[in-house]
């Protein structure tokens, strides 16, 4: 890989990175639920079943399953057929990605869902969580394939787990060894992933404050122009 594709690869990811972080933020502020965060949803599947409120623990236990679903469906438009040797559909993936995130600013905006910030309900929040998993199964899995399972930008708890690793590998091999060269353009690639979603968790409060459900539109921006991109890096 060049310097000039492993750059424009640099930045791509990150701006997924950054949807991600948008779309973390707004479904949090939107919910008080972190949308891509399975661990979460079993965490709370856990304590709504100590206290005894079975059918508020199954249904949050339920909304991971759209999770698996975008990226069930991601795997069979990109990783299925990259390895049957035909062209994957990061576009279409995107464009899944970029219609549910349309749904859920539209829905908000025309009260199909709860109000903006209020405490959650998960029968009111469902639909919205739903879609807003669906979204970032579908990007994760995209770029985990994309990436070789090397980056995830939906979430951080595996890639700073990564970053740590690697630093540790550069730092312990010999000056101008191949592994350390190859660690530290991993490093930085990872930090600028972690960054990425970190500012775009921060652009998007900002947004989703001002103009709540709305915000989701930015990340739609996002998700419709790399759709555009994916058919240029992958003609028909």
């Known amino acids: 890989m060049t310097d000039d594709c492993g750059h424009v690869v640099f930045v791509k990811w990150s701006m997924l990175a950054f949807l991600a972080g948008n779309v973390n933020a707004g479904g949090f502020m939107a919910t008080g639920r972190f949308v891509t965060h399975v661990t979460g949803f079993s ?6 079943a100590a206290f005894g ?6 249904g949050i236990l339920s909304v991971p399953l759209f999770f698996l679903c975008g990226s069930m469906l991601s795997a069979y438009l990109v990783d299925h057929r990259f390895h049957r040797g035909l062209k994957p559909h990061y576009d279409w993936v995107m464009f899944l990605v970029f219609l549910s995130l349309m749904a859920v600013a539209l829905g908000g905006y025309f009260h199909i869902f709860d109000q903006f910030g209020s405490a959650p309900r998960l029968k009111e929040d469902y639909a919205m969580l739903a879609l807003l998993c669906m979204a970032s199964g579908l990007q994760n899995a995209a770029i985990t394939t994309s990436s070789g399972a090397s980056v995830r930008t939906t979430h951080l708890t595996g890639l700073t787990t990564d970053l740590g690793i690697g630093i540790v590998r550069a730092l312990g091999s010999p000056r101008g060894a191949t592994v350390r060269s190859h660690e530290t353009r991993a490093n930085w690639l990872r930090f600028g ?15 989703f404050l001002r ?3 709305l915000g989701f539109l930015l990340p739609a921006i996002f998700a419709f122009y790399a759709m555009i991109q994916a058919r240029i890096d992958h003609p028909s």
Do not use: C, H, K, P
């Open 211 to 213: 103009f709540e459900y």
């Open 193 to 207: 992933t972690i960054s990425a979603f970190i500012s775009g968790s921060l652009v998007g409060g900002i947004l």
């Open 43 to 48: 965490t709370l599947f856990g304590v709504d």
């Open 53 to 58: 409120r079975w059918d508020q623990a199954i």
